[in-house]
């Protein structure tokens, strides 16, 4: 609409790429332990010790980024403290909230433990994909933003600067 060319847009879809950040915290390890994602006996200890996974979603690969030990609530609040730490350097326009298998009392939780974190201007609520609920399961979800563009960041600030 604004006029742009091919090239210009896809350079614009490769920055907003690298500057995407997509996590999940998974609520228990059951369905990756069915989906082949970990051995059973992972699986076993994970559930005897109340382990949950983080799922990162980098170059379209699923990665345990880190591992939470708790009740669901507990590792649901150090999961939100650990995603936004850096709230400075996190673009505040847009947070997707995906879930699985969670009640609206429980996206309520999530949504007021994210908000004392960081104050997004949109908060949109969506529903995981199949495919990541069949290899996730319920009582996931995952925080989607962008982080601030750097480069836009510090020709703002110099642009402020001298004026």
């Known amino acids: ?5 091919t090239a210009d847009i896809l350079e614009g879809l490769e920055r907003m790429k690298s500057l995407a950040r997509t996590s999940f915290i998974v609520g228990n390890t059951e369905y990756l332990a069915r989906a082949g994602r970990i051995p059973a006996g992972v699986n076993a200890v994970c559930e005897a010790c109340l382990l949950h996974p983080v799922i990162v979603l980098k170059k379209s690969r699923m990665t345990v980024g880190s591992i939470y030990m708790g009740t669901r609530e507990t590792v649901w609040k150090k999961y939100i403290r650990s995603a936004l730490r850096q709230a400075s350097r996190i673009d505040k326009r847009l947070l997707f909230i995906t879930y699985a298998g969670l009640s609206q009392k429980d996206l309520e939780k999530i949504a007021e433990e994210v908000k004392e974190r960081v104050h997004f201007e949109t908060v949109i609520f969506q ?5 990541i609920s069949a290899n996730c399961g ?3 979800f ?3 933003f962008a982080r601030k563009d750097e480069k836009e960041t510090r020709a703002s600030s110099a642009a402020k600067g001298k004026r």
Do not use: H, I, Q, V
């Open 1 to 5: 609409e604004a006029g742009a060319d």
């Open 142 to 144: 995952g925080l989607l």
């Open 127 to 131: 529903k995981a994909s199949p495919a």
């Open 138 to 140: 319920p009582d996931t």
